[in-house]
């Protein structure tokens, strides 16, 4: 069974908007056991979208579509779907009852193009959208199926998993599931010299590795007639992974995020934590700060971007600054232990770095950064070099920080060797 992803809007087509429905729908898709060959975006345009889908149906079994089901006069997907399938357009009593409800809870009148959305195609299945006014819609052909979705996420996802996940697992003969490894402190060429073997050998399950900023993941996915069977055949080769990856591994959870592996870490060894920021402005405070449960380990995050700011809050020493200048290892290290000192915190991250597009030197180019980090008083420095765009550079520089972090408490704790 093959399903075709179309996502609807000419604000996709420009990249006024990024496109995660495809993504988040072909995730789907595969997890319901679907096989998807082929993804497109079409703009707000009659005649394209009818030839779009008309070429899907050709090669696809379902056909699933995200956009162009609002109000306005531009919104054509439900109006050229059931063009293609030969249907006429009716109003769903139920949700034009709905439509009157919304609006009438915000205390807004409709207008008169509101209920254009409670039209659908004659003999559909009217999918419920508690989350907007735009019913998602499956059509049924005698060879091939539509199935019709709004287009923000927000409404997207809940109507999707809710109603056309069961429809599309009644569909699909098994199941596709995919678990996530996910590593650190490593680079995905090491990552894929180390399971090479695996990867020539491999049919089912696939495993292949993705470059993250600070991370490399590998996706494992097999297929089989349930989600159970399907993770018994993925058990044995993520063992494999452990074993061959070691301490790099910081989770095989899809939900878990580096900052939360790293708040489980703090939890887990009681230790408390500040950071101590220049050129990242607070964004490794704030990637922690967005982990429920921070609030037991975080003390404090300062952003010491001046040199002044360096001395009056961390104690970094004038005399430092001038001699080795404030993006140096000596002023990082100065950092760290400044900040432990003020915070009373088992751990102190400092940053500090060149994020441009200004202010580079020969000997100090753009993209550098040194980051510390202290545990009870042991302090490492290392040493980066980013390239890209001044935000790219920032991020990466928290992303390299919150490694670092976890480097440096496995290795103070257990004394973890890191291949």
């Known amino acids: 069974m093959t399903a075709e992803i179309i996502c609807v809007g000419t604000e996709l087509l420009l990249g006024e908007v990024v496109n995660t429905n495809g993504a988040y729908l072909a995730q789907q898709c ?51 779907a059931a063009r293609v399938m030969g249907r006429e357009l009716v109003t769903d009593e139920a949700s034009r009852r709905w439509i009157e409800e919304y609006f009438a809870k915000k205390g807004v009148q409709p207008t008169d193009n509101n209920w254009k959305q409670a ?25 091939a199926r539509i199935v019709l979705l709004p287009g923000p996420p927000h409404e997207l996802i809940p109507m999707f998993e809710e109603s056309v996940l069961p ?8 199941v596709i599931y995919s678990q996530t490894v996910k590593a650190c402190d490593i680079g995905e060429s090491r990552v894929e010299s180390l399971l090479m073997d695996l990867i020539d050998a491999q049919s089912d ?46 989770t095989t959870e899809d939900s878990v995020t580096l900052e939360r592996a790293v708040v489980d870490l703090l939890l887990a060894n009681r230790l408390t934590v500040t950071c101590a920021e ?7 405070a704030a990637r922690l700060i967005d982990v429920p449960g921070v609030s037991e380990v975080f003390k404090s995050g300062l952003v010491t971007y001046s040199n002044k700011a360096k001395r009056r809050l961390l104690g970094v020493k004038k005399s430092t600054l001038e001699k080795y200048g404030a993006v140096s290892e000596q002023t990082a290290r ?32 753009v993209g ?41 408490i496995l290795e103070y704790y257990s004394k973890v060797t890191f291949g």
């Open 167 to 174: 429809y599309l697992r009644k569909c699909g003969p098994g």
């Open 278 to 284: 220049s050129c990242t402005g607070g964004l490794l």
């Open 368 to 408: 550098l950064v040194y980051i510390s980090c202290s545990v009870k008083g042991e302090i490492t420095v290392k040493e980066y070099r980013f390239t890209g765009s001044r935000s790219t550079v920032r991020g990466a520089a928290v992303s390299a920080a919150l490694v670092l972090m976890r480097r440096c």
């Open 205 to 250: 399950p696939t495993i292949a590795t993705y470059a993250k900023p600070g991370e490399v993941h590998i996706r494992v996915t097999a297929k089989a007639e349930s989600e159970k069977a399907a993770r018994k055949k993925i058990k044995p080769v993520v063992k494999e992974l452990k074993s061959r990856l070691g301490a790099h591994i910081y």
């Open 30 to 80: 595969a997890q319901a056991g679907l096989s998807c060959y082929y993804q497109s975006v079409v703009g707000d345009n009659a005649q394209r979208l009818e030839q779009a889908i008309r070429t899907a149906l050709s090669r696809s079994d379902i056909v699933i579509l995200s956009g162009g089901l609002g109000p306005t006069e531009d919104d054509l997907t439900k109006e050229t």
């Open 334 to 365: 100065e950092m760290a232990r400044g900040a432990a000192f003020l915070s009373k915190s088992d751990v102190a991250v400092g940053i500090t770095g060149l994020a441009g597009p200004d202010g580079g030197t020969p000997e100090k180019p």
């Open 119 to 143: 039209l659908v195609p004659e003999g559909a299945l009217v999918l419920p959208n508690p989350n907007g006014t735009a019913p998602g819609v499956i059509l049924e052909g005698e060879k």
